[in-house]
């Protein structure tokens, strides 16, 4: 599987958009992006994936780079209950999930 | 739907001493896996099941760690015997073909002192 780069942590302001990026330069073409967030004591929790287009649901949207080698997950108004650890994962169809060590978001009131 | 239960939520144990996790799987999730994670780092998967066969164990300390998924449903995850590096929370969780992404459960806490 290929491998994510991640910041290892990130802040922003509550109600404020906050921006993760991930890098993920050799992704192969039927490699998905995944994205999960762990909750202090919880376990992880899938948010949003995608293959080439920008995708979006409740939680987040996803959008990601033409050439595939770089994804940004935007939470649209954070709150203090998205202060978590959130993964980047590329995974194939039939690959496991590989968890590398996340970027640690703190939303500050 | 019911999410992923996993029991006990907390366990403390004696170096050497043996220690078993339970884990009960959505309805209907055909794969199920354990995952180990040490404090500060991303967890690790340890083994994946289809229905009631092994399809990955490659990460797992078989000299140490077993794990069973009887009727390709619960499934249990042993530590005999227990040493302190096996500190860990240990995940588990379960998906299936129609639904992209893994549920987790909550996991069990084991410290070995």
């Known amino acids: 599987d290929a491998k994510t780069t991640q910041p290892p942590s990130m802040d922003c302001a509550e109600g404020r958009a906050a921006n993760l990026p991930c890098n993920h330069s050799?992704?192969?073409?039927?490699?998905?992006v995944y994205w999960y967030r762990q909750i202090h004591s919880q376990g992880p929790q899938y948010i949003i994936h995608?293959?080439?287009n920008n995708e979006t649901n409740e939680m987040a949207s996803l959008i990601i780079t033409e050439d595939r080698k770089s994804s940004t997950l935007i939470l649209p108004h954070a709150t203090l209950r998205d202060t978590a650890v959130y993964y980047c994962?590329?995974?194939?169809?039939?690959?496991?999930?590989?968890f590398g060590k996340g970027i640690t978001l703190s939303v500050r009131p | 739907e019911a999410g992923v239960a996993q029991s006990p939520r907390y366990k403390i144990i004696e170096k050497r001493q043996s220690v078993a996790f339970w884990c009960n799987p959505i309805?209907?999730?055909?794969?199920l896996y354990w995952y180990q994670q040490i404090l500060g780092q991303g967890p690790k998967l340890l083994i994946q099941?289809?229905?009631?066969?092994?399809?990955?164990d490659s990460q797992l300390p078989k000299d140490r760690f077993s794990a069973e998924r009887l009727k390709g449903v619960d499934s249990t995850l042993k530590i005999q015997p227990a040493k302190l590096e096996d500190s860990a929370v240990y995940l588990c969780?379960?998906?299936?073909?129609?639904?992209?992404?893994?549920?987790f459960g909550s996991g069990t806490r084991l410290t070995v002192v």
């Open positions: 969780a379960s998906s299936t073909w129609t639904v992209y992404g893994y549920t």
């Open positions: 050799t992704i192969s073409g039927n490699e998905y």
């Open positions: 995608g293959l080439k």
């Open positions: 994962i590329v995974k194939g169809a039939n690959s496991k999930l590989t």
């Open positions: 309805s209907g999730h055909a794969t």
């Open positions: 099941f289809q229905n009631n066969g092994v399809v990955d």
